[in-house]
């Protein structure tokens, strides 16, 4: 078993080999192997990592008990298949939600963007807390296709002129360079959620404390 190295103070794990790593470079790299790319695992040697809360504002939603290991602010992103669309047919080129890189895709939402006032999320035995909007950056022009940046800018530069998402003015000045589309979840309580199982919210509109970010 190779030695694990350590990429920075908080996440640790095992270097899969050189064999590995000549391989994603290639893929991921289009056969250009300068600087190369290395394969981590974290098997049973990270310890979780707390959720790490956007430099630009202090979302109050985020708790000590909202933990990673190699992602940034969150371990959950939801969005909807009805908001897709939505953006769709304002685009020349339609994409796939691939291009947002969710882990957690709601069929069914009667309306585009229902989500943005999703506070609780139980799906299975699993309950989701919004911890803030997914503010996108340019990586969401990257082609998953083929690794390649779109040149026209989308969809960022259609979502720049639609998606101003409710919030204090602070964040309404990051909104316009980086829209909104989706939503970050921390867990409440865990269990098991299969594919299909029906989903059920609670609206921050029924709420005031969750009435503002």
């Known amino acids: 078993m190779?030695?694990?190295?350590?990429?920075?103070?908080?996440?640790?794990?095992?270097?899969?080999?050189?064999?590995?790593?000549?391989?994603?470079?290639?893929?991921v790299n289009d056969g250009v192997v300068e600087g190369g790319t290395r394969l981590l695992?974290?098997?049973?040697?990270?310890?979780?990592?707390k959720a790490?809360?956007?430099?630009?504002?202090?979302?109050?939603?985020?708790?000590?008990?909202?933990?990673?290991?190699y992602a940034d602010t969150c371990a959950f992103m939801l969005t909807s298949e009805t908001s897709l669309a939505d953006l769709n047919s304002r685009l020349e080129r339609p994409i796939t939600l691939d291009w947002f890189r969710s882990n957690i895709?709601?069929?069914?939402?009667?309306?585009?963007y229902d989500e943005d006032d999703y506070a609780f999320v139980r799906i299975g035995d699993v309950v989701f807390r919004r911890l803030k909007p997914?503010?996108?950056?340019?990586?969401?022009?990257?082609?998953?296709?083929?690794?390649?940046?779109?040149e026209d800018g989308e969809p960022i530069n259609t979502l720049k002129k639609y998606r101003h998402v409710d919030g204090p003015e602070k964040l309404?000045?990051?909104?316009?360079?980086?829209?909104?589309?989706?939503v970050h979840l921390g867990i409440d309580a865990c269990g098991k959620v299969c594919v299909g199982d029906k989903v059920e919210v609670a609206r921050a509109s029924c709420n005031p404390r969750w009435k503002y970010l």
Do not use: I, M
């Open 105 to 112: 895709v709601v069929r069914g939402v009667k309306e585009p």
């Open 41 to 49: 695992y974290h098997g049973n040697l990270t310890r979780d990592r």
């Open 134 to 150: 997914c503010d996108r950056c340019v990586f969401t022009n990257v082609d998953p296709e083929v690794g390649k940046k779109c």
């Open 2 to 27: 190779n030695t694990p190295k350590v990429f920075n103070a908080d996440v640790r794990g095992f270097d899969c080999g050189d064999e590995a790593a000549a391989w994603l470079t290639n893929a």
């Open 52 to 69: 790490r809360e956007p430099a630009y504002y202090s979302f109050s939603q985020y708790k000590a008990s909202d933990k990673v290991l």
């Open 172 to 182: 309404q000045r990051t909104w316009a360079q980086k829209p909104v589309f989706g």
